[in-house]
């Protein structure tokens, strides 16, 4: 029988490393999406962690030998009850074991044995992940065709700068999303995402701006990055949630900035999806000083560049935005047709800064799909799964 994608299981294993800790917030976000999630500690994981934290967030008991049941093979049916193994964090020493095939305690052992999709997340010192031994044994394992997210740069443990760090739990939350997801629909393609609030100057400390959070976008990003994209880059004005990690992300001030970078990016680019809030207006004149205060104040407005209407001889697979508070499919209508699109989604006022969502689909053939409601990630999800690319 199939499975629920609900209830797939991830195997985590933990090795000695100060960002163990981590692993303890990415088991408790799998268990949150209903995720089912056994452990298996190194012994010098163990050292960082007790048996009875991760025992507490799995829900499971803690694996940490190959010879407490001899009624069970454990290396063996852990890997037939996972539908994912992750290392996470990933210590020098076993991600060297498993790119050499040593197999001398159950994490290793489990690794041989397992034939199922394997993500390696590295994490240690930036001298050690530099070691040509460590680059070596990585190269080999992604030849092989294991899974390594990249760690970051920043901070270590050790008080040292430099690449070495393991990603924040919610990215590599992302990343299992993403090895798991039954779609590879956007796999060969790549997306410009835009987002957030797009405001234009009116002095040095003054802007004229509007109430997108960016929610809908980086829900876009992720529900593109889940379906398998090959890169995503996110062009952003000012957002109230972080943007995602797994895109290149560029901040942008102004309309005409963002104009510019996507003319930079899209001719490498397949899809274009153009969800930030670019204000319609911007001041007539830019006031280089800080305007004073009086009694009244009156700004001229010109309408701003209209930058799906600049982008309309590009060969790039379009999709607008509209938020309309009246007239919504007439208008999305128009706007569809004017900016020459291949679908517009017609957002509702509710939806703005908020994380839920009711929206509605027009394609340029005549197609629709009707207020989905749900959160932004659920409806980003099923927009993906809707549009022909
Ligand atoms: C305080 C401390 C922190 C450590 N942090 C790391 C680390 O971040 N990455 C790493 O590869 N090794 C780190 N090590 C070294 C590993 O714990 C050591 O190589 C150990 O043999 C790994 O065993 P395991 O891979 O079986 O868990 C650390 C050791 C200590 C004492």
């Keep these: 029988m199939k ?83 992750i290392i996470a964090p990933a210590t020098a020493n076993i991600i060297g074991k498993c790119a050499n095939g040593i197999a001398d305690d159950l994490l290793s052992t489990v690794f041989l044995s397992c034939n199922k999709k394997t993500i390696f997340v590295p994490a240690m010192n930036e001298r050690m992940w530099d070691n040509p031994i460590v680059k070596m044994n990585i190269k080999k394992l992604s030849n092989l065709g294991y899974i390594i997210m990249q760690p970051d740069e920043g901070f270590l443990a050790c008080n040292a700068f430099g690449k070495g760090r393991m990603p924040n739990p919610d990215n590599i939350y992302d990343l299992i999303k993403r090895v798991d997801f039954p779609s590879e629909k956007l796999s060969g393609k790549r997306i410009i995402i835009t987002g957030g609030a797009v405001s234009e100057k009116i002095d040095p400390v003054r802007v004229i701006s509007n109430l997108s959070s960016g929610k809908m976008a980086k829900a876009m990003a992720k529900a593109c990055y889940y379906a398998k994209a090959d890169a995503i880059t996110f062009i952003h004005g000012e957002l109230s949630i972080a943007p995602p990690e797994f895109s290149n992300n560029i901040k942008v001030n102004n ?82 047709l004017e900016k020459d699109l291949n679908y517009i989604i017609i957002n509702s006022q509710s939806a703005i800064g908020s994380d839920d969502t009711v929206l509605s689909i027009l394609s340029k053939s005549g197609d629709s799909l009707e207020d989905q409601k749900g959160s932004k990630l659920e409806i980003a999800n099923k927009v993906i799964k809707w549009i022909k690319f």
């Design 255 to 336: 309309a005409d900035e963002m104009l510019e970078k996507i003319e930079e990016n899209i001719d490498n680019h397949d899809i274009l999806i153009m969800s930030a809030a670019v204000s319609d207006y911007k001041p007539k004149k830019y006031s280089d000083k800080k305007i004073k205060k009086a009694d009244k104040l009156e700004i001229e407005l010109v309408k701003n560049i209209d930058i799906l209407k600049k982008l309309k001889d590009k060969n790039i697979l379009k999709i607008g935005f509209a938020l309309e508070t009246n007239d919504h499919k007439k208008n999305a209508e128009k706007k569809l």
């Design 3 to 85: 499975k629920s994608r609900k209830t797939n299981n991830i195997l985590i294993g933990i090795t000695g490393c100060i960002a163990a800790y981590k692993s303890c917030y990415l088991i408790r976000l799998l268990k949150k999406n209903q995720y089912n999630v056994k452990v298996i500690l190194t012994e010098n994981a163990k050292k960082f962690i007790g048996k009875a934290t991760v025992e507490i967030l799995s829900g499971e008991k803690a694996y940490d030998t190959l010879w407490e049941d001899r009624t069970d093979t454990s290396h063996i049916s852990l890997t037939d009850w996972a539908d994912i193994f």
